[in-house]
Structures are given as C-alpha cells and as structure tokens.
C-alpha cells in the first residue's frame, strides 16, 4: 500500500492541513491534535460533537506554533497574548487555547444520533488530543474510504487499497517509522458535522453502521519515530 494523502489536524476539531510530508513522533504526526481549545467552566476540551462550529476554523503548524484561522478570515497565532480573547469571542464563550499534559483530557459523545442525546464521557491518552488511547495515527485505504470525503473522518494518512483492516494486530511500517496497529476506528457524529464544502448529513453515519459495522479507518501506536511521505509505502513489518 502506498500513502496517496497526508492530513494533520493541529487543533482538535479545527479543520486541519494536507501535507506532503511529516514527522512521526511518539504521540503521531507531529504537530497533529498538539493543541486544543479547553472550556474553562467545564474544564472540558471541545470538539465539534459539543461545538460543531469548531469545524469552520482552520489550524495549520508554523514551526513551534500553529495559526487558526477564523471563520471570518481572520489569523490568530498560538503565541500571540490575544489568542484565547480571539477564540472566546467568536465561540461566545471562555476558553484557553492549550497543549496537551500528563492527564488524557475528557470528551463527549451523544449515543443519540437523530435527538443528540445520551451523552457519554472518557478520558483520552497523556500528551495529546486524540481520542483513544490505542490510536495516535490513524489509516484509512482509499478502496475503503470509497467517495466519502476524507475530512469527516479525520484521518491522518490515506493509502491506495483497502486492505489496512488486516494489519490490526500487528506491526507495520509506514515510511521510516514503525507502527502496533492497534485497533479499527469506530465512529460517531463526528462524521455527520457540517463544515466547508460539506453539509450536515446523517447518512454518512448510517451508512458505515450499516456497512462497515460502524468501523472506518485503523489506529496505530508509534513504537519507532520517524518519517514519511507521499509514496511512501505502509506495508506489514519483517522485524521479528
């Protein structure tokens, strides 16, 4: 298999950036979900399950630090001292934008999917944003993927086939990195959200439930850093 496409989403729930290349670190691509907008009253950080709106921004890494752009247009960089004013005022509520720690941080989920309702929460992974503990980079083959747009699922890394499923339980390499691919995605309303060039729909939800037993792409731990690129191939290890 050969990686076709590389995502990276900065801020957690932001639109993120295609790439052509990227590091792989410990916690995944570098850079992605390192960031996440926190609710300081509910402690909480967002994501477009709670705060749909969080879509219609974007966030793309500059060196050290990333710059989100507005629904309006308007750039605001992570070191500049106005971030989290910026951020308030346009989601119309406190918040800080803020770098992952030691404590996995809480999310939310409605298990509702027509009334959003029957909200769950979980604890997330240590030094980062994403959402599962067995998943720090995630793959998704284009056969799969079929004509969904990759967006809605926010996978980092599309390959050509469809046969990533049968990697989990095993290692992988992808370019110079190595993988423990771990597990298949389930997924939630996540995939429903509207966002630029996309509306909302329900469908694309139903439609993996009800085709794919509501999984879609497969997550992976990083076990040896490195890198890759467009071309690169994603293919079973040899190592003992």
């Known amino acids: 298999m050969r990686v076709l496409e590389l995502w990276r989403y900065p801020v957690k729930s932001l639109s993120g950036e295609r790439v052509e290349r990227a590091q792989i670190g410990d916690a995944g691509i570098v850079g992605d979900r390192a960031w996440g907008i926190q609710h300081v009253e509910s402690g909480n950080v967002l994501t477009a399950r709670r705060a749909p709106e969080l879509l219609f921004a974007s966030a793309r890494v500059d060196g050290a630090e990333v710059v989100i752009t507005l629904p309006d247009g308007t750039e605001v960089r992570s070191d500049d001292a106005s971030v989290d004013a910026a951020l ?16 996995g941080a809480t999310y939310e989920n ?41 967006r809605r699922f926010r996978t980092n890394v599309v390959v050509s086939g469809g046969e990533e499923d049968a990697l989990v339980g095993s290692a992988a390499t992808l370019g110079s990195a190595t993988l423990d691919v771990k597990k298949q995605i389930d997924r939630c309303i996540m995939v429903t959200r509207p966002q630029p060039g996309l509306d909302r729909d329900l469908g694309v939800l139903k439609a993996v439930i009800e085709e794919r037993g509501n999984m879609m792409s497969v997550g992976a731990l990083v076990t040896a850093v490195g890198s890759v690129a467009v071309g690169d191939e994603l293919a079973p290890s040899t190592t003992a």
């Open 110 to 150: 409605p298990m509702d999917i027509e009334n959003e309702g029957d909200w769950i929460s979980w604890q997330g992974p240590a030094w980062s944003f994403h959402d599962s503990t067995k998943s720090m980079i995630s793959i998704v083959g284009a056969e799969t993927l079929g004509d969904r747009d990759v």
């Open 88 to 103: 308030s005022a346009w989601l119309e509520r406190e918040v800080h934008l803020v770098r992952p720690g030691d404590e």
